[in-house]
């Protein structure tokens, strides 16, 4: 019998393959709302954010209140003493700032997700173009593994979802996808951790940017195989969003350490 290989047998990837025996660490101990100014940061950084739109949320396991940035300041400014805190309904609970009745785009959804515990919405720019032409970007790349099976598009805009019914039609469109994209509009990324839906974040943006590349050169790339893209998507989840997360944040701290203030 000559050697064969199946190439649609399931493909084993993360932990399952490889797991490291050390990884580099942040270096310091944050408390969650010096992590959650870290992630505003980053994610301002890198283009993610446009200005002070959006929010993240990150409701700790156990707990019905969120932490969340406020409206009026910029990701790119925020700091640890700028996040406060809303109850399940978005009612602010403690901070010096005020929040948005958008707010209810999370709360709606942390409270149909349970596995989401941080909620992560912004308009970054390719994002936004794919959003426009109302497509969802073509997975032709490996880091677009990190997606396989898990994208959302929501087809209709229909202005400010600011109120807790709009925001709970929405969460039940969104369903189990970690990633929705919605129309004309922007992202939402999930996580059960503030890692993952960082990395989730910062993937989204990139897969579109290259989509959008590949679409202008007018050619098809050619399929990649699932069974691979399934590896890969376990090995993105399992090692990949800790170290992205923990690099992002050594980085972020080491530009200002103001930021834990
Ligand atoms: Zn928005």
């Not at 700790?60 to 409206?71: I, K, S, Y």
Request: net charge negative; with cysteine.
């Amino acid at each position: 019998m000559p050697d064969s290989v199946d190439v649609q047998s399931p493909r084993l990837g993360g932990s399952a393959v490889w797991s490291p025996s050390v990884v580099p660490p942040i270096g310091v101990e944050l408390s969650n709302a010096q992590a959650l100014a870290v992630a505003f940061r980053h994610l301002a950084d890198i283009g993610f954010a446009e200005n002070m739109a959006g929010h993240i949320t990150w409701q700790p396991e156990g707990q019905t209140e969120m932490l969340v940035n406020p409206w009026g300041l910029w990701w790119a400014e925020l700091t640890a003493s700028d996040i406060c805190t809303v109850d399940e309904d978005a009612r602010v609970v403690r901070g010096r700032w005020d929040v948005t009745p958008a707010i209810h785009i999370h709360t709606e959804l942390h409270r149909a997700r349970p596995d989401a515990r941080v909620v992560i919405h912004n308009h970054p720019y390719y994002v936004s173009l794919l959003a426009s032409l109302q497509t969802l970007p073509e997975l032709v790349h490996q880091t677009g593994s990190l997606f396989l099976d898990d994208l959302c598009f929501v087809d209709t805009y229909d202005g400010e979802v600011d109120t807790a019914s709009r925001a709970r039609e929405l969460a039940e469109r969104i369903g189990g996808a970690n990633l929705a994209i919605l129309a004309s509009h922007g992202v939402i990324a999930t996580g059960r951790t503030l890692a993952e839906a960082v990395y989730r974040s910062a993937t989204i943006e990139r897969v579109c940017k290259l989509a959008y590349h590949v679409m202008l050169t007018g050619r098809t790339p050619p399929p990649m195989n699932r069974s691979d893209m399934a590896g890969m998507q376990a090995s993105l989840i399992e090692r990949a969003a800790d170290v992205y997360w923990a690099g992002a944040a050594r980085m972020t701290i080491k530009a200002d350490r103001g930021v834990l203030e």
